[in-house]
Every structure is written in structure tokens, then in C-alpha cells.
């Protein structure tokens, strides 16, 4: 009897011990996880890049001040990056300017090509002032060549912006809707006409449209003439790009 008593304290005792085991293995807290990350690293690049803007209002900064479009904010978010790098930084942009325009300011001016970045945006005045899309199929082609051309003969500097769409402002607000969305499908033509033009050249191309497509919803992305992008609104196009201006830079 107790011989069969101690085997059932035994038994007990047993079950006992490895229930705790059990309980404290399943308590401990597992070691956190660290998620991959997206970030381009960032490394040492040479002592002095230029930088290229070619485009038209949305490149200029139609309404903003100079220092909040686009290109500036995107050389300040550089030099803050890279504090030992100098920056210069030339733009080839005006308010309604059409690819016929920028052509012909390219031309005329006729920079240097000695540029490790070259950003282009341009076409939203092709669609506005009703031309032919014809002419960007024509002149888009063109632009980007020359954009290469600049960018030291290399298609790996040049980055492109898609067209940010100006249906969604206060400027288009007496538009019908069937004009809004007329507007709108012109505007994706040239935008995918760009992007799948920028494949074949092995060119980076990166979409904004949405980023503008929030006007409505959140007006502090609009400036205060109603229809243009405003400092807010090019400091997400900044961080946008960014990553891709970093990859650009440091390879």
C-alpha cells in the first residue's frame, strides 16, 4: 500500500513540476523582431553635386515662395543629409510653359552637361491648352534625351515626376463632373505615355498625381492661388522621391 502510494505522489509530484515548466517557458517574452527596412543607407558621396530642375509652374513654384518649391526643398533635405556635400542647384521652369517651351528654353540657354541629377516635370500645359497629344509624343521623347544628355550622358541621373492633376483644386470647382473626369483620364494619357516611355530608356519615373488628387480633402496642399501645389503639398513630392534621389546620388 505504500509502495503504491508513492507512486502516485510521484505521479502527482510529476505532473505538478512540468506543468510549471510548461507555464514558464510559455511567459517569457519572445526577443523583438526587427522589421526589414526600406531605407537607402546613406554613404559618403562627393564633395560637390549639381542639379538640374526642368519643367514649367510645377517646377517653378507658381504662388509659393522660392525656397518652398520643389527642387529647393529637395536640395535643402540634401544638404541636411549630406552636410559635408556643396549643392548647386539651376532651374529651366515658367508658368505655362508647354514641352514646345522647354525645348526652346533649353536651347537658348543651353547648360552644361555636367549634372549628377536631372528632375523633369512638364506637360500639364500641353493637356490645358488643348495641343495635340501628338506634340508630347513627340516632344516628351525629346526632353528626356536631352535630360540624359545633361545628366552626363547617364539615364541613371534623371528622375521624372508625373503630372499632378489639377482637377482636385478650388481653380476647377465650376468644372462638371464630366469635364473633371475628362480632365483627369487626359492627364493619366501623359502620364502613362511618360512612365512607359521612361521604361524604355531605363529612366526612373515616379507618380505625384495623388499626392495633388487631395486638394479637395485637405486644402493645405493647395497654395493660395487656388490651383497650384502648395509647400506642403511639394514637401510630400520630396519625400516622395527621396529615396530614389539618394539611390541616384550614391551610386
Known sequence: ??????????????????SCSTDESSSEIPPPVTPPTTEVPTTPISGSINYLALGDSYTIGQSVC??????EQLKAALKTTYP????????????????????????????????????LLIGVNNQYQHLDFSVYE??????????????????????????PDYTYTPFA??????????ISSEINRYNTFAESYCITKDVSFISI??????????????????????ESAYKLFVDRIFYKVKMILQD
Request: charge should be positive; aromatic fraction near 8%; hydrophobic fraction near 40%.
Open 138 to 163: 513627340k516632344e516628351f521623347p525629346q526632353l528626356l534625351n536631352r535630360a540624359i544628355a545633361l545628366a552626363k550622358g547617364d539615364n541613371k541621373n534623371v528622375l521624372v515626376l508625373s503630372i
Open 84 to 119: 559635408a556635400t556643396n549643392f548647386s542647384l539651376k532651374v529651366i521652369a515658367q508658368t505655362g510653359w508647354t514641352t514646345s517651351n522647354l525645348i526652346s528654353a533649353i536651347n537658348s540657354q543651353n547648360p552644361d552637361s555636367n549634372y549628377d541629377l536631372v528632375t
Open 1 to 18: 500500500m505504500k509502495s503504491h502510494f508513492k507512486q502516485i505522489v510521484t505521479i502527482v509530484l510529476s505532473i505538478f513540476l512540468l
Open 209 to 230: 498625381t495623388d499626392i495633388t488628387q487631395q486638394g479637395l480633402s485637405k486644402p493645405y496642399l493647395v497654395a493660395s492661388d487656388g490651383l497650384h501645389p502648395s
Open 173 to 182: 470647382s465650376n468644372y462638371t463632373d464630366e469635364n473633371r473626369m475628362k
Open 66 to 71: 522660392e525656397i518652398c518649391r520643389y527642387p
